[in-house]
């Protein structure tokens, strides 16, 4: 009887969970945004324009705080390849709301990925694993997840804010800007 209790609890047990975090899972994939896409149909846009546009654009990841600091990251890709990374961090007034850069750096081809700050040099393809590997993943009982792409149909933002919390809660990938460039 013993067995048959322990095969019960290591084969079926975790089958149904693993199958409720799948529901939860699919839920948050089937999510569509304001532009009207949900996360595969984005993705299956994504690789009709890459491949449109020569797998060239340049994207800014976006991180900014309530309080007015932020940074952004500017990534240029060509051919799919990362070749320059910009980051810079700013304030933003609250009596005007002009914005006062902090600190500014630059990468290119041959020292990317040299500073900590900003964010990592990926390909908008690799943002896309890690919005389903680390964001799309997250409970909705306990988060509040967002999937958006822009007019394009290019991912714009993923992530998840945990229920209840007010302030700098978002954790995920923000695009600001996105735009093909020249294929030369």
């Given at each position: 009887?013993?067995f048959l209790h322990d095969i019960f609890l290591f084969t079926?047990?975790?089958?149904?969970?693993?199958?409720?975090?799948?529901?939860?899972?699919?839920?948050?994939?089937?999510?569509?945004?304001?532009?009207?896409?949900?996360?595969?149909?984005?993705?299956?846009?994504?690789?009709?324009?890459?491949?449109?546009?020569?797998?060239?654009?340049?994207?800014?990841?976006?991180?900014?705080?309530?309080?007015?600091?932020?940074?952004?990251?500017?990534?240029?890709?060509?051919?799919?390849?990362?070749?320059?990374?910009?980051?810079?961090?700013?304030?933003?007034?609250?009596?005007?709301?002009?914005?006062?850069?902090?600190?500014?750096?630059?990468?290119?081809?041959?020292?990317?990925?040299?500073?900590?700050?900003?964010?990592?040099?990926?390909?908008?393809?690799?943002?896309?694993?890690?919005?389903?590997?680390?964001?799309?993943?997250?409970?909705?009982?306990?988060?509040?997840?967002?999937?958006?792409?822009?007019?394009?149909?290019?991912?714009?933002?993923?992530?998840?804010?945990?229920?209840?919390?007010?302030?700098?809660?978002?954790?995920?990938i923000t695009i600001s800007s996105f735009n093909w460039i020249?294929?030369?």
């Open positions: 009887m013993k079926v047990v975790p089958v149904i969970l693993f199958s409720c975090s799948l529901e939860t899972f699919n839920d948050n994939l089937e999510e569509k945004g304001e532009n009207g896409y949900t996360f595969s149909e984005s993705r299956k846009q994504w690789k009709k324009l890459k491949g449109k546009n020569g797998n060239s654009y340049e994207y800014v990841m976006l991180e900014q705080s309530f309080t007015g600091f932020g940074s952004e990251t500017t990534i240029t890709v060509k051919k799919g390849k990362v070749i320059s990374r910009v980051f810079h961090t700013f304030i933003i007034s609250d009596e005007d709301g002009t914005k006062t850069l902090t600190f500014v750096y630059s990468e290119d081809r041959e020292s990317l990925g040299t500073h900590e700050e900003g964010a990592l040099p990926v390909t908008i393809d690799e943002l896309y694993k890690t919005c389903l590997s680390q964001y799309l993943i997250a409970d909705p009982e306990t988060n509040t997840v967002y999937f958006d792409t822009n007019e394009e149909g290019v991912i714009s933002l993923c992530g998840y804010v945990p229920v209840g919390c007010q302030d700098d809660c978002f954790t995920g020249s294929r030369k």
